[in-house]
């Protein structure tokens, strides 16, 4: 049965997008924890599984059901669109712990044998201890498993954003739902979820709703958020196929040629609107290198720009496209 938000015209005017560090720390954990389910993340799962055996996830493993409910408190909605891990976790640290034993008996219930457990019953006795020791660990989970290739998955998602956030301007916000994921509809005012298991409907009382792309959250979009926290949407980012890996050579030798190799590189590599840094980590250039070639593009009218949060993101004109793109091109 899917799962509903019902909307009305003051939702609408709420509804906004977010990115969340803290999210995906705790979606890492959960990756981390089912590996076998994850089949893009397998070259980050071989790399951070020395760094990981430090970590004591058992904690978290407990609130993190199979499938159930899993706690809103240890990653709520950010606040803002840019919003840091450590404004994030500072924002955790800060929740009244009376707010939060009933979210821990709820994911608790769902993880069999988990609510008579003796770690079970620890964390509902004193849920100021355990608000306490879950920050840390989720800090320190951060550290471990997403801080250092947050560069690249942030500028992964400001990409996503920056995309749909035209696409609503072009299409509207009913047809952006069913770009974002197939398992997402929009009827009468009602945004529905298919495979989402819990409760079935929520009315969002002017609230709004916050859409949040995901590294970790493919294949699945994920929703939620019981009060006092707005509801959120989490959906799969664009372009995780090639996250982890390194792209094969696909800049035309013709194109080379005519631009040079490491200019035409930068083209061919704006598959997704990026930026400065992320390109240079992508193709192993300095920045200093990248932010010239990137002049030279757009002045060119290969490449236009706009800035978006921290950074300038780049991408493709229609002249670029049909450069760098095989089926815009005439044989070599």
Excluded: K
Excluded at 270 to 283: I, K, M, N, Q, V
């Amino acid at each position: 049965m899917p799962f509903h938000l019902h909307f009305d015209e003051s939702d609408l005017l709420r509804c906004r997008f977010a990115l969340s560090p803290l999210w995906e720390t705790q979606a890492a954990v959960r990756t981390l924890l089912r590996p076998g389910q994850h089949g893009y993340h397998q070259p980050w799962l071989r790399r951070i599984r020395s760094a990981a055996a430090g970590l004591d996830l058992a904690p978290l493993r407990l609130l993190m059901p199979e499938s159930g409910h899993n706690p809103d408190f240890l990653s709520p909605p950010p606040v803002g669109p840019y919003t840091s891990f450590e404004e994030e976790i500072a924002g955790v640290r800060a929740i009244d712990p009376l707010l939060i034993r009933e979210d821990l008996a709820l994911a608790l219930t769902d993880q069999p044998g988990a609510l008579d457990s003796p770690a079970g019953r620890a964390m509902l006795a004193d849920p100021a201890r355990t608000l306490r020791e879950l920050a840390a660990l989720m800090e320190q989970a951060w550290q471990v498993l997403v801080e250092p290739d947050w560069p690249r998955l942030r500028a992964l998602l400001e990409a996503d954003i920056a995309y749909h956030s035209r696409r609503l301007a072009e299409v509207g916000f009913a047809r952006l739902l069913g770009e974002l994921s197939p398992q997402l509809s929009w009827t009468d005012s009602t945004l529905s979820l298919v495979g989402m298991r819990g409760r079935h409907s929520r009315v969002l009382g002017g609230q709004g709703l916050v859409l949040m792309p995901s590294v970790f959250a493919w294949p699945d979009v994920v929703s939620g958020y019981e009060p006092p926290w707005q509801p959120a949407v989490i959906y799969p980012a664009r372009g995780i196929g090639s996250l982890w890996t390194q792209p094969a050579d696909r800049t035309p030798q013709a194109l080379a040629r005519l631009l040079g190799r490491a200019r035409a590189d930068v083209l061919c590599a704006l598959d997704e609107p990026a930026g400065t840094s992320a390109l240079a980590h992508r193709l192993g250039l300095a920045p200093s290198s990248v932010s010239e070639h990137l002049s030279v593009l757009r002045a060119a009218g290969l490449l236009t720009s706009r800035r978006y949060g921290h950074q300038v993101l780049y991408e493709r004109t229609p002249l670029g496209i049909a450069l760098a793109v095989p089926e815009h091109r005439a044989p070599e």
